[in-house]
């Protein structure tokens, strides 16, 4: 398995006759997700990040969008883009280190190294944009209230992990919690929940949800 694995980033297939197939694959998986509230609510914060960020672009694909792929674009994204020196492996087995390092080294060691250097992107995707209130009508009958916060890269803060603390606080359902205040208090609200929802390289988003009564809809 290993070794399949690693083959796809050593000399990929990358077929010329797998392309329209692919598209296709992709094409239909938007388009399942055209009905789906939350997809529709990604792609729509999306759109209003800068256009200079790459969050901006569309985020899945389908036919349109991926009509002017071919065979010579794929192999030049591939070599320009994937190179050992971007990558991080995790492997996790039930072998001692040291065996699960020999495994590696075998099968990972022949990924070309291109010594491509790091990909930066201009973090801030919402910079000068917000405060920012949309109206959303939603496929499915549903009243919810989402809070969304833009925040730093959270990455190098992996070892204190500060957005689980918000989390839990946040979305603590004991008695004197916000939840306990929206729900049994004032009867605005039915569920919370919180906890970040994106984590990138130069940027990262922590949410709120709260599925709301219709009493609760009324005073957003």
């Known amino acids: 398995a290993l070794d399949r694995f690693a083959q796809f980033f050593i000399s990929p297939l990358l077929k010329e006759d797998a392309l329209d197939r692919e598209r296709q694959a992709v ?22 990040s800068r256009k200079d960020h790459p969050f901006s672009k569309f985020g899945t694909g389908n036919q349109a969008s991926l009509e ?3 065979h010579a674009s794929l192999t030049q994204f591939y070599e320009t883009h994937y190179s050992a020196n971007r990558m991080s492996l995790v492997v ?17 060691t022949d990924i070309p190294n291109r010594s491509l250097p790091p990909t930066v992107f201009s973090g801030a995707p919402f910079r000068g944009i917000l ?3 949309l109206q959303v009508i939603p496929v499915q009958q549903a009243m919810t209230l989402d809070l969304q916060f833009p925040m730093r890269s959270l990455e190098s803060l992996y070892r204190s992990k500060p957005s ?12 004197g919690s916000l939840l306990s205040l929206l729900k049994t208090d ?5 569920d919370l929940s919180a906890g970040t929802t994106r984590s990138c ?13 219709e009493q609760g809809f009324e005073h957003v």
Not at 32 to 40: G, I, V
Not at 103 to 108: A, I, T
Not at 186 to 190: N, Y
Request: aromatic share 12%; glycine share 6%; net charge negative.
């Open 27 to 48: 094409d239909s998986e938007h388009a399942k997700n055209l009905q789906s509230d939350m997809w529709r609510q990604y792609q729509l914060f999306k759109s209003i």
């Open 68 to 70: 002017a792929v071919t």
């Open 92 to 108: 996790l087995g039930k072998e001692s280190l040291e065996e699960l390092e020999i495994l590696v080294r075998n099968y990972f």
């Open 131 to 133: 405060p920012l209130q």
């Open 164 to 175: 689980h603390y918000l989390s839990h606080l946040l979305g603590h359902e004991s008695q």
């Open 186 to 190: 004032r009867q605005w609200a039915h």
């Open 201 to 213: 390289s130069d940027w990262s988003g922590f949410g709120i949800s709260i599925t709301l009564t």
